[in-house]
């Protein structure tokens, strides 16, 4: 059993701020011809990039706008008297990964400075935060029943702690959850095939950035008789840190962190069977001492960094791949469809190409507002630096 990463994978946060006018102006033009295109529209302001939905978020927030896959998603409130907390974030796995808290908390604070909202010292409210460890163990085999709870947990933490959520077919287990959000949750399941189920292509590059620090060789999806990934992964909503912290502040995640997740770990145990009667006295799997070892460790410390830009380059691959897969089956259909025999589908490419130019030809502004759209939606995988052809704005969350 191996660790091939650790650190945090998702980040909520609350602001003090309030949308400036300027930039309300764009969101309220954005949103309206994002609802009419049912698609999300890009903006820039001040030199950051924007795609905004055609819906909000609850708690009142008017605008999402998201920054991209190694970004996070915002939300905006229009200004309200009496409600400072203007502005949300949720930031993504990738960007934790990529740059680790400390990189993300600038690079939050560097947009916040770009959009001209002013955020006061302890302006801040942390309201979710997930740690993540996970693990080359091709031997684990996940059982719902080795999951106790500590004799010393008290009544509410149990409430807290229930129910109990398993996914698996056959009686072979993917997952287990423990908890239930805005509260605490702990989930063990199987990563692999959540990676590969979802097309999470960038996981790969993680898990092999580590792979190649230790002289091992790759992962990949098409490896299925290879080594399986396993995470184990603590979560603390907004519900338990309110019960923790009570302020929520960046002090209290740098400081109370590794506490808050041991804590977990005591109250939820994964354990391997014992003698003894009572389950809550049997020994921890060995899978738990190494999450323990790792939260006791340094949580921020960066695992595996990698170049943006490679990951970028690496979804773009897969966007391709996708897209061909996809033309490849419509075309084959278009075959049917247009009567051909099986001996004459070799013409099929070309007749495609002749319906796609006639229909081009015909209606060129369609297929111009049609290349428009698409590049509102895959903007942020334009592996051009910052200010050349259409990539305009900064890479920030």
Excluded at 93 to 113: I, S, T
Excluded at 114 to 132: H, K, N
Excluded at 205 to 215: D, H, P, V, Y
Excluded at 293 to 321: I, S, T, Y
Aim: a neutral charge; charged letters at 30%; glycine letters at 10%.
């Amino acid at each position: 059993m191996k660790v091939i990463y650790r650190g945090l994978d998702a980040l909520d946060v609350a602001f003090k701020g309030r949308t400036p006018k300027d930039l309300l102006a764009k969101l309220e033009e954005a949103k309206e011809q994002a609802i009419k295109e049912i698609g999300k529209v890009t903006i820039t302001h001040n030199g950051v990039r924007m795609a905004v939905a055609e819906t909000g978020g609850p708690g009142g927030y008017a605008f999402r706008c998201d920054t991209g896959p190694d970004g996070a998603t915002w939300f905006f409130k229009r200004p309200k008297a009496g409600d400072p907390w203007g502005v949300r974030v949720s930031v993504k796995a990738l960007a934790l990964a990529l740059y680790d808290l400390g990189g993300v908390r600038a690079r939050l604070y560097e947009f916040l400075d770009a959009l001209e909202i002013l955020v006061p010292p302890g302006g801040e409210s942390i309201g979710r935060v997930d740690y993540a460890v996970d693990f080359l163990a091709s031997d684990f085999v996940l059982e719902p029943e080795h999951f106790v709870m500590h004799s010393h947990t008290s009544r509410k933490d149990h409430k807290e702690l229930s129910p109990m959520v398993i996914h698996g077919t056959s009686g072979c287990f993917t997952s287990v959850t423990v908890g239930k959000m805005p509260n605490r949750q702990v989930i063990v399941y199987d990563k692999r095939k959540e990676v590969v189920d979802k097309r999470k292509v960038y996981w790969w590059e993680i898990w092999n950035a580590s792979q190649a620090k230790r002289g091992e060789p790759p992962l990949g999806p098409k490896d299925q008789e290879g080594p399986q990934v396993w995470r184990v992964e603590l979560r603390a909503g907004k519900d338990h840190l309110k019960k923790i912290w009570g302020g929520k502040s960046w002090g209290y995640l740098d400081d109370k962190l590794g506490s808050l997740l041991l804590k977990t770990l005591d109250d939820v145990r994964y354990v391997t069977p014992g003698s003894d009667s009572n389950r809550s006295r049997w020994p921890n799997h060995e899978i738990w001492g190494y999450v323990r070892n790792e939260v006791e460790g340094d949580l921020f410390e960066m695992m595996c960094p990698l170049d943006p830009n490679a990951v970028r380059k690496v979804l773009r691959e897969e966007m391709d791949h996708m897209l061909r897969r996809q033309i490849k089956g419509l075309a084959a259909t278009y075959a049917v469809v247009s009567g051909r025999s099986p001996s004459d589908w070799g013409e099929t490419p070309g007749l495609i190409q002749e319906a796609l130019r006639e229909d081009i030809q015909a209606r060129p502004a369609d297929f111009q507002d049609r290349i428009r759209r698409a590049g509102e939606r895959f903007v942020f995988l334009d592996l051009r630096p910052s200010g050349e052809g259409n990539n305009e704005g900064a890479m920030v969350p």
